[in-house]
Each structure stands twice: as C-alpha cells, then as structure tokens.
T-cell receptor, first 110, second 117 residues
Framework: GNSVTQMEGPVTLSEEAFLTINCTYTATGYPSLFWYVQYPGEGLQLLLKATKADDKGSNKGFEATYRKETTSFHLEKGSVQVSDSAVYFC?????????FGTGTQLKVEL | GAVVSQHPSWVICKSGTSVKIECRSL??????MFWYRQFPKQSLMLMATSNEGSKATYEQGVEKDKFLINHASLTLSTLTVTSAHPEDSSFYIC?????????????FGPGTRLTVL
C-alpha cells in the first residue's frame, strides 16, 4: 500500500533560519503530493501541492518539488518566522484518498 | 476559504457509553466526508469515507458497528462511537470535499479529543 515517511520532530529553529523537512513516499503510479500545516487548535490546512513529477508547489515562502526519481517531496523555506511554528504533514493522494506522514512539529524561536 | 467545524471539540465519557461527534461544512456542500483518527505522534489514519445519502465505506480493520457514520445531508456528517472503551480514546478529525472529483481539495475540521474513562 501507499505510505509516507517524514522526519521526526520536533525541529527547533531560530527565526530567519533555513528550514528543510524531509518527506519520502511509496506509491504505485503517480500520486499527487501535498504538505498540510496544522496550527495549534486549528484544523489541517493545505499549504502546497504538486500533481506531477518536477512540479514545484509554493505558498507563503514554502516550497517543495515533486522528485519522482527519489520519491521525495521535501519542504523548504529560506527564512522561518515564529508564526511558522506548527505541525507539518506530508501526504499523498490516490483514488481520492489521502495518506499522511506522521507529522513534524516545527518550533521557531526568537 | 472553506470552513469545516466539529462539535464537540473535546469530550470525556464513561466506559460503555456512546458519543456522537458532528462534522459540518459551513460554507459549501460536501458530497464526500472523511473521518480520521490520530494517535499521539502518529499520522492521521483514515477510518471511513461517507457519501451523502449512502452508506459509509470503512477502511480495513475499522469496526463499522463500533463507529457508526451518518451523512444525512450535504453539510453534516456524524460519527458515533458506540459502547466506548478506553482504547477508543483518541483525536478524531473529519474532512469534507466539495464536488464529485476525487482530486478536489479536502477541508479539515479542527478535531475532537475523546477521552474514555
């Protein structure tokens, strides 16, 4: 079956540091890939997505590139802010169903 | 953006009782709603998919008599945990998807924390 593996957290960074959260997946065919973010006390929100190989999803300074050859979809941001503190979930979808990674908590400190 | 609410946000109940959790799409019609369960430090596990007006489709290993799902309208789905036991304690999250395409975005509720004593 499909699976998503992402790095364990928590990840603690200083403000303006560079962020990378690794995500790799296992799936048959060509799934769409997503990053969701969950702020404290809120539901998951779609952060960005990519639907085919070499696509780059981007939003709010975050980026991720669909790498079919390495089955990866790593999340990056050049300069994080305190307001980026949240839990980030990598996910894929096939046949209308989402499969999630375990989530990575990001803490950004001043 | 599209908003999905859940009620209650948290509930504590005694073992053996039943608990109902509501999921509502507030500003769109949700043809399909999903129920997930999340354990601490683990990913969201899909429990079931419900389409308005039809029976829910449960994932393998999920007891359909234990977790009753009703999707009676395009804006409301309910999950009832029957005869709850401590092992049912978890964080339950719903999502709603507008339209009929499986590629449409799912919008998530804030979750319901269930604690069974």
């Amino acid at each position: 079956g499909n699976s998503v593996t992402q790095m364990e957290g928590p990840v603690t960074l200083s403000e303006e540091a560079f962020l990378t959260i690794n995500c790799t997946y296992t799936a048959t065919g060509y799934p769409s890939l997503f990053w969701y973010v969950q702020y404290p006390g809120e539901g998951l929100q779609l952060l960005l997505k990519a639907t085919k190989a070499d696509d780059k999803g981007s939003n709010k300074g975050f980026e991720a590139t669909y790498r079919k050859e390495t089955t990866s979809f790593h999340l990056e941001k050049g300069s994080v802010q305190v307001s980026d503190s949240a839990v980030y979930f990598c996910a894929l979808t096939q046949w209308g169903k989402l499969t999630f990674g375990t989530g990575t908590q990001l803490k950004v400190e001043l | 953006g599209a908003v999905v609410s859940q009620h209650p946000s948290w509930v504590i109940c005694k073992s053996g009782t039943s608990v109902k959790i509501e999921c509502r799409s507030l500003d769109f019609q949700a043809t399909t709603m999903f129920w997930y369960r999340q354990f601490p430090k683990q990913s969201l596990m899909l429990m079931a998919t419900s389409n308005e007006g039809s029976k829910a489709t449960y994932e393998q290993g999920v007891e359909k008599d234990k977790f009753l799902i009703n999707h009676a309208s395009l804006t409301l789905s309910t999950l009832t945990v029957t005869s709850a036991h401590p092992e049912d304690s978890s964080f339950y999250i719903c999502s709603a998807r507008p339209g009929t395409s499986g590629d449409n975005e799912q919008f998530f509720g804030p979750g319901t924390r269930l604690t069974v004593l």
